[in-house]
T-cell receptor
Framework: ETGVTQSPTHLIKTRGQQVTLRCSSQ?????VSWYQQALGQGPQFIFQ???????GRGNFPPRFSGLQFPNYSSELNVNALELDDSALYLC????????????FGPGTRLLVL | KQEVTQIPAALSVPEGENLVLNCSFT??????LQWFRQDPGKGLTSLLL???SQREQTSGRLNASLDKSSGRSTLYIAASQPGDSATYLC??????????WGAGTKLIIKP
């Protein structure tokens, strides 16, 4: 059984650029959630995908968008990057889109200059 | 709006001590509360999940309690070890399945 993987591990972008982060969910899981974690803070919920449909969204602007593919892997896209988007981006997968334990990947560290 | 607070923000204790980390939340309408561990440069590892109908969960040297009515949870770590050094986060899950997180307690266990 493979765990949750994310790519890339680190990324440096400049303000105004666009970025795509990728997440492969744990085998057998059909739900992926994305979180943003600023330095010294707890994660903030961005959105969740369940069986390729968005299943909830946090307080993030529309320039944060996502996709879930038929194999349940997922992408997070951020357009028009701002300096405040610098953070650790975490994805988590779970088995059923509900109240069960979420399993986290190691994260992608994004730095916006 | 649900808010989660963790106290203290940082804690340093000698190896072997028992310790308690605190988590409080403002809205008692939760599905569950979870405790996670985060090591530097790494993702989050789930330690314990307490359903809203439960009072506590135990795993090895860890014991987590939940008091929904008072909006509090504690994570008890027995016989602490240097390997327990990490940031511990609690998160509550509400009706929309979102996890709302505290800012964490950074724990250092001194050998």
């Amino acid at each position: 059984e493979t765990g949750v993987t994310q790519s890339p591990t680190h990324l440096i972008k400049t303000r105004g650029q666009q970025v795509t982060l990728r997440c492969s969910s744990q085998s057998g899981h059909n739900t992926v959630s994305w979180y943003q974690q600023a330095l010294g803070q707890g994660p903030q919920f961005i959105f969740q995908y369940y069986r390729e449909e968005e299943n909830g969204r946090g307080n993030f602007p529309p320039r944060f968008s996502g996709l879930q593919f038929p194999n349940y892997s997922s992408e997070l896209n951020v357009n028009a990057l701002e300096l405040d988007d610098s953070a650790l981006y975490l994805c988590a997968s779970s088995a059923g889109g509900g109240e069960e334990t979420q399993y986290f990947g190691p994260g992608t560290r994004l730095l916006v200059l | 709006k649900q808010e989660v607070t963790q106290i203290p923000a940082a804690l340093s204790v000698p190896e072997g001590e028992n310790l308690v980390l605190n988590c409080s939340f403002t809205d008692s309408a939760i599905y569950n509360l979870q405790w996670f561990r985060q090591d530097p440069g790494k993702g989050l590892t789930s330690l314990l999940l307490i359903q809203s109908s439960q009072r506590e969960q135990t795993s090895g040297r860890l014991n987590a309690s939940l008091d929904k009515s008072s909006g509090r949870s504690t994570l008890y770590i027995a016989a602490s070890q240097p390997g327990d050094s990490a940031t511990y986060l609690c998160a509550v899950q509400g009706s929309n399945y979102q996890l709302i997180w505290g800012a964490g307690t950074k724990l250092i266990i001194k050998p």
